[in-house]
C-alpha cells in the first residue's frame, strides 16, 4: 500500500518556525491530495492545510498568513512550513495522502495517513 513517513516538529516558542515533512512511499500509486492535520489533547482531529495534484491549497482560518504547505511531486513529498507559532497550535500533526493504488494489476483507492509528530509551542 502506501505509507507516509513524517519528520520535523519539536519544540518551539511562540513567535517561532518548525518545518515538518512527509513522504510517501510504496508500489505503483498516483497521489491526488496531499495535506496536514492537527489534534490537540482533549480535542478533534482538524484540517491544517491541504494541497491537490494542481496546486490548489485550503487552509484553516486559523494558520492563514502563517502556515505555508507546499508539494515536491517528483519526490512524493508535502512540507508544511510553520511561522509565527503559537501556543494554541500545539498538537500533533499528522500527514494524511490519498490517490489510487495498484497491486497484482488491480487499482484501489487509498486515504492513508502518517503516525503523527509533536509540536509544541510554549508561551
Known amino acids: 500500500q502506501v505509507r507516509l513517513v513524517e519528520s520535523g516538529g519539536g519544540l518551539s516558542q511562540a513567535g517561532g518556525s518548525l518545518r515538518l515533512s512527509c513522504v510517501a512511499s510504496g508500489n505503483t500509486f498516483r497521489i491526488d491530495n496531499m495535506g496536514w492535520y492537527r489534534q490537540a489533547p482533549g480535542k478533534q482531529r482538524e484540517l491544517v492545510a491541504t494541497i491537490n495534484s494542481g496546486g490548489t491549497t485550503r487552509y484553516a482560518d486559523s494558520v492563514k498568513g502563517r502556515f505555508t504547505i507546499s508539494r515536491d511531486t517528483a519526490k512524493k513529498s508535502v512540507s508544511l512550513q510553520m511561522d509565527s507559532l503559537k501556543p494554541e497550535d500545539t498538537a500533533v500533526y499528522y500527514c494524511?495522502?490519498?490517490?489510487?493504488?495498484?497491486?497484482?494489476?488491480?487499482?484501489?483507492?487509498?486515504?492513508?495517513w502518517g503516525q503523527g509528530t509533536q509540536v509544541t509551542v510554549s508561551s
Open positions: 494524511n495522502a490519498d490517490g489510487e493504488y495498484t497491486r497484482f494489476g488491480v487499482s484501489r483507492p487509498y486515504d492513508n
